[in-house]
């Protein structure tokens, strides 16, 4: 309520009037037009012309009619929820005068209460008095938005289907556009049939989510397919360079819809009001050519090279060009290999117009189809897996000097942007018929282990989305999509927790070398934003729905786990995006621990330490031999990880509704004092969980623990341990609970902590036990040099 935005709604009413107001003058415009035009006109053909002109004018009317209606109902809308929001913020006022502090939880006496004067309302009446009120404005919006749902279903009903596109329509735009000249009106036309044929916004934002679409006319899949096969790759890059020089907006527009038309030919779950639907085998031939290109492919046959050097540089883009030429000699080397080995240099033409290609289709906004997404992603693998191998003598680039930077990542870019395709791929199940892991782990693999020039960022895009999808989802009620992003959670997991995937990601190239962290940091990165919501399943302590509990590991092992937390803890920014996760899911479990009467949150809890400090530590030994260089890594990394990015919990409460019942994160995540005791650094190696030393761990599991239950009941009843609590500084002048900052020793804030805990019937010293039990199946409280990774 605080934050209401009192001109939202208003603003929206002014728009959609706006709206109608056009509609309005185009009617109008083109009624005294043609009635202008028509003066002279008469016979058969003239009274049809004036009958099918006043139908359009009354069907016009209509649809204005109910925009305007929309409009008024919106104002209405506005003008009843001010009014209410009006009369909760007032009783959230009277109580605020009264003494009393306001929040989401309720209402509670402030630092400087007196009481309440006779006959004046107390806490709960001002609470109750706040929520009468808080739900008559939802029952306003609820009524409202009724009205307004039934009026825009009126608007679509009087709404005529959009006219079916001619068969020639198609060969006369592209014909009109590659003429040599594109005049406005030319634009005109081409960019309102691309937007007839192509999707709005809302739709897009449909396809995105992976719903089925049917807002397309009917022709517009011929349109496009006949468009695009007209142009060709060539022709529509030719085209869309034209479009940028111009730099209008309108054909900046057209330039938008044509890139967008190409993915939308390509989804198969773009269709027409006839069924007819997208698809791979739409696509133009060559289009579909770039994509399968393989060193020595059929798709390569049929190219020539320039038989002079002008001609070939003329071929090449300017960053190819412009490195070419920084080295003498270097140009015509390649010209004359090229002219030598004609297949390589067909391939290496194909990689580089595929690049153009495909950056340039990536401009849009569109969503490709299933079956172009993995087969680009295939293709991205291909073209890594030669680049990797060029040294070798067997390749195109060891026969031809040229280096095409960011070919396979402008794929991906494409690819990613439909997780259903991200989803095949980390399933191995690329074409939706074949068994499980068949191809997985040969297509990562190659993805994974390839030195990005962009650090593996445009890889990640394959596994940076489940945590959000799955908070998304779940404010949508969309339960398939939830389900998709944890089967791809759980698939990404097993591969990166498979030994002999694990130890290829610990030495990229080869023993003793760079690990994923270093040669790849934005592809750990990503790892650490897909799994982040998924911590429970690591951590086991979530085994309902695809992640079944033992669909990962064997029972009563942690190797998995641990691997894919050593991973993380290769990277900087990845072990802290994990770190600040299992802070918010570490409350969580201090939570499930108070409510009772289940153990569970303890151990839950501990194991999740342990992973975090076996993953660190695991990091460290297999990047150093010497102990003292493992030790100053892990104390560093400890506090990369636990420096606590706040931003990532907040995100991680709104998005998994596993977090949503916590109470907030009260400490101030920015202060030194507090950070260095929530994140112990073990300056001493010595004085470690590995050693059974768990006392740095005491005082903020014990004040997680009186956090979530002064949360949960209300600061303790006995009123000597709220005297301790303010005298420790853990209780402030408002009530509210916080860490102190004036540092006291851990073990009166533990002490204390554990004192005020009993008064809730919560024993901390159990709490303890579990913890410390859970901790050890994970990391055994030594310090083997041998121990289990």
Request: net charge negative; aromatic share 8%.
């Given at each position: 309520m605080r934050q209401w935005t009192w001109s939202a709604l208003s603003e929206q009413a002014t728009s959609t009037e706006s709206v109608a107001t056009r509609l309005e003058d185009a009617r109008d415009s083109i009624h005294a037009a043609t009635n202008d035009l028509w003066s002279a006109w008469t016979g058969i053909a003239a009274d049809a012309a004036a009958d099918h002109l006043d139908r359009e004018r009354k069907s016009d009317t209509?649809?204005?009619?109910?925009?305007?209606?929309?409009?008024?109902?919106?104002?209405?809308?506005?003008e009843d929820l001010a009014h209410a929001a009006r009369v909760a913020l007032d009783r959230i006022a009277a109580a605020e005068r009264a003494g009393f502090i306001v929040g989401d939880g309720g209402v509670t006496?402030?630092?400087?209460?007196?009481?309440?004067?006779?006959?004046?309302?107390?806490?709960?009446?001002?609470?109750?008095?706040?929520?009468?009120?808080?739900?008559?404005?939802?029952?306003?919006?609820?009524?409202?938005?009724?009205?307004?749902?039934?009026?825009?279903?009126?608007?679509?009903?009087?709404?005529?289907?959009?006219?079916?596109f001619s068969p020639d329509e198609a060969a006369h735009d592209w014909a009109m556009l590659n003429d040599g000249t594109v005049t406005s009106e030319d634009l005109a036309r081409f960019t309102t049939n691309l937007a007839a044929a192509g999707l709005d916004p809302q739709s897009l934002e449909e396809l995105s989510t992976g719903k089925v679409v049917t807002a397309l006319p009917a022709g517009a899949f011929d349109y496009l397919e006949n468009l695009y096969g007209e142009a060709g790759a060539t022709g529509v890059m030719e085209l869309q360079q034209q479009l940028l020089a111009d730099g209008s907006t309108s054909a900046l527009d057209a330039r938008d819809s044509l890139a967008n038309g190409i993915l939308a030919l390509s989804n198969e779950n773009v269709r027409d009001i006839n069924d007819e639907r997208g698809g791979w085998d739409r696509l133009p031939q060559d289009v579909r050519d770039l994509v399968e290109a393989r060193p020595g492919s059929a798709q390569l046959d049929g190219y020539q090279v320039p038989p002079t050097l002008s001609a070939f540089m003329d071929t090449l883009p300017p960053d190819i060009r412009s490195e070419l030429e920084s080295e003498p000699g270097a140009a015509a080397t390649a010209h004359r290999n090229a002219l030598s080995n004609p297949a390589d240099a067909a391939y290496i033409d194909s990689v580089i117009r595929g690049r153009e290609f495909w950056e340039f289709v990536g401009t849009g906004t569109g969503t490709p189809g299933v079956e172009l997404g993995t087969k680009l992603v295939e293709s991205a693998a291909s073209q890594v897996s030669v680049l990797d191998a060029t040294g070798s003598g067997n390749t195109p680039y060891d026969t031809i000097p040229i280096a095409v930077g960011h070919a396979s990542e402008s794929m991906l870019d494409v690819a990613t942007s439909n997780h259903d395709v991200s989803a095949r791929v980390l399933a191995g199940d690329l074409h939706g018929d074949s068994p499980k892991n068949i191809q997985r782990d040969d297509i990562l693999t190659r993805l994974f282990t390839h030195t990005w020039d962009d650090g593996g960022e445009s890889a990640g895009r394959l596994t940076n989305w489940m945590t959000h999808e799955m908070g998304d989802a779940h404010a949508a009620g969309d339960t398939a999509r939830v389900d998709r992003a944890e089967r791809a959670a759980l698939h990404l997991s097993q591969y990166l927790a498979h030994e002999d995937n694990f130890d290829r990601l610990m030495d990229v190239h080869g023993e003793n070398t760079s690990n994923i962290g270093e040669v790849n940091p934005g592809l750990v990165r990503a790892f650490a934003d897909g799994l982040q919501g998924y911590i429970p399943e690591l951590v086991r302590a979530d085994g309902v729905g695809e992640w079944e509990e033992n669909s990962l590991e064997s029972p009563n092992t942690n190797a998995a786990a641990r691997r894919i937390f050593t991973l993380m803890a290769t990277d900087q920014e990845s072990s802290a995006t994990f770190g600040s996760a299992a802070t918010a899911f570490g409350r969580y479990y201090a939570d499930d621990f108070v409510e009772g009467p289940?153990?569970?949150?303890?151990?839950?809890?501990?194991r999740l330490q342990a992973l975090l400090d076996t993953g660190i530590y695991n990091a460290g030994r297999e990047m150093f031999d010497d102990q003292a260089r493992i030790d100053e890594f892990v104390q560093q990394r400890r506090e990369d990880t636990f420096n606590t990015n706040y931003t990532v919990i907040r995100n991680l409460v709104a998005l998994d509704p596993r977090l949503s019942g916590t109470v907030g994160l009260l400490m101030d995540v920015n202060s030194t004092s507090i950070r260095d005791t929530f994140v112990p650094a073990f300056e001493d190696p010595e004085a470690t969980p590995f050693t059974g030393d768990f006392s740095r761990y005491s005082a903020p599991n014990a004040y997680n623990l009186l956090e979530n239950a002064v949360g949960r009941y209300g600061l303790p009843s006995d009123e000597r341990v709220v005297v301790e609590l303010r005298r420790l500084d853990l209780l402030g002048p408002d009530g509210t609970l916080r860490y102190p900052a004036s540092d006291p020793p851990l073990d009166a804030v533990t002490g204390l902590a554990d004192k005020a805990l009993e008064t809730y019937g919560i024993d901390f010293s159990t709490f303890r036990e579990y913890y410390i039990d859970a901790y050890g199946s994970v990391a055994p409280t030594n310090r083997e040099p041998n121990a289990p990774r």
């Amino acid at each position: 309520m605080r934050q209401w935005t009192w001109s939202a709604l208003s603003e929206q009413a002014t728009s959609t009037e706006s709206v109608a107001t056009r509609l309005e003058d185009a009617r109008d415009s083109i009624h005294a037009a043609t009635n202008d035009l028509w003066s002279a006109w008469t016979g058969i053909a003239a009274d049809a012309a004036a009958d099918h002109l006043d139908r359009e004018r009354k069907s016009d009317t209509t649809i204005s009619y109910e925009i305007r209606e929309i409009a008024s109902a919106t104002r209405r809308a506005d003008e009843d929820l001010a009014h209410a929001a009006r009369v909760a913020l007032d009783r959230i006022a009277a109580a605020e005068r009264a003494g009393f502090i306001v929040g989401d939880g309720g209402v509670t006496a402030g630092p400087d209460f007196t009481g309440v004067y006779e006959g004046e309302p107390d806490a709960a009446a001002h609470w109750g008095m706040i929520q009468d009120a808080l739900r008559v404005i939802g029952e306003v919006d609820d009524d409202h938005a009724r009205r307004i749902a039934g009026i825009v279903s009126n608007l679509i009903d009087v709404t005529p289907s959009p006219a079916a596109f001619s068969p020639d329509e198609a060969a006369h735009d592209w014909a009109m556009l590659n003429d040599g000249t594109v005049t406005s009106e030319d634009l005109a036309r081409f960019t309102t049939n691309l937007a007839a044929a192509g999707l709005d916004p809302q739709s897009l934002e449909e396809l995105s989510t992976g719903k089925v679409v049917t807002a397309l006319p009917a022709g517009a899949f011929d349109y496009l397919e006949n468009l695009y096969g007209e142009a060709g790759a060539t022709g529509v890059m030719e085209l869309q360079q034209q479009l940028l020089a111009d730099g209008s907006t309108s054909a900046l527009d057209a330039r938008d819809s044509l890139a967008n038309g190409i993915l939308a030919l390509s989804n198969e779950n773009v269709r027409d009001i006839n069924d007819e639907r997208g698809g791979w085998d739409r696509l133009p031939q060559d289009v579909r050519d770039l994509v399968e290109a393989r060193p020595g492919s059929a798709q390569l046959d049929g190219y020539q090279v320039p038989p002079t050097l002008s001609a070939f540089m003329d071929t090449l883009p300017p960053d190819i060009r412009s490195e070419l030429e920084s080295e003498p000699g270097a140009a015509a080397t390649a010209h004359r290999n090229a002219l030598s080995n004609p297949a390589d240099a067909a391939y290496i033409d194909s990689v580089i117009r595929g690049r153009e290609f495909w950056e340039f289709v990536g401009t849009g906004t569109g969503t490709p189809g299933v079956e172009l997404g993995t087969k680009l992603v295939e293709s991205a693998a291909s073209q890594v897996s030669v680049l990797d191998a060029t040294g070798s003598g067997n390749t195109p680039y060891d026969t031809i000097p040229i280096a095409v930077g960011h070919a396979s990542e402008s794929m991906l870019d494409v690819a990613t942007s439909n997780h259903d395709v991200s989803a095949r791929v980390l399933a191995g199940d690329l074409h939706g018929d074949s068994p499980k892991n068949i191809q997985r782990d040969d297509i990562l693999t190659r993805l994974f282990t390839h030195t990005w020039d962009d650090g593996g960022e445009s890889a990640g895009r394959l596994t940076n989305w489940m945590t959000h999808e799955m908070g998304d989802a779940h404010a949508a009620g969309d339960t398939a999509r939830v389900d998709r992003a944890e089967r791809a959670a759980l698939h990404l997991s097993q591969y990166l927790a498979h030994e002999d995937n694990f130890d290829r990601l610990m030495d990229v190239h080869g023993e003793n070398t760079s690990n994923i962290g270093e040669v790849n940091p934005g592809l750990v990165r990503a790892f650490a934003d897909g799994l982040q919501g998924y911590i429970p399943e690591l951590v086991r302590a979530d085994g309902v729905g695809e992640w079944e509990e033992n669909s990962l590991e064997s029972p009563n092992t942690n190797a998995a786990a641990r691997r894919i937390f050593t991973l993380m803890a290769t990277d900087q920014e990845s072990s802290a995006t994990f770190g600040s996760a299992a802070t918010a899911f570490g409350r969580y479990y201090a939570d499930d621990f108070v409510e009772g009467p289940s153990y569970l949150g303890a151990s839950n809890a501990g194991r999740l330490q342990a992973l975090l400090d076996t993953g660190i530590y695991n990091a460290g030994r297999e990047m150093f031999d010497d102990q003292a260089r493992i030790d100053e890594f892990v104390q560093q990394r400890r506090e990369d990880t636990f420096n606590t990015n706040y931003t990532v919990i907040r995100n991680l409460v709104a998005l998994d509704p596993r977090l949503s019942g916590t109470v907030g994160l009260l400490m101030d995540v920015n202060s030194t004092s507090i950070r260095d005791t929530f994140v112990p650094a073990f300056e001493d190696p010595e004085a470690t969980p590995f050693t059974g030393d768990f006392s740095r761990y005491s005082a903020p599991n014990a004040y997680n623990l009186l956090e979530n239950a002064v949360g949960r009941y209300g600061l303790p009843s006995d009123e000597r341990v709220v005297v301790e609590l303010r005298r420790l500084d853990l209780l402030g002048p408002d009530g509210t609970l916080r860490y102190p900052a004036s540092d006291p020793p851990l073990d009166a804030v533990t002490g204390l902590a554990d004192k005020a805990l009993e008064t809730y019937g919560i024993d901390f010293s159990t709490f303890r036990e579990y913890y410390i039990d859970a901790y050890g199946s994970v990391a055994p409280t030594n310090r083997e040099p041998n121990a289990p990774r």
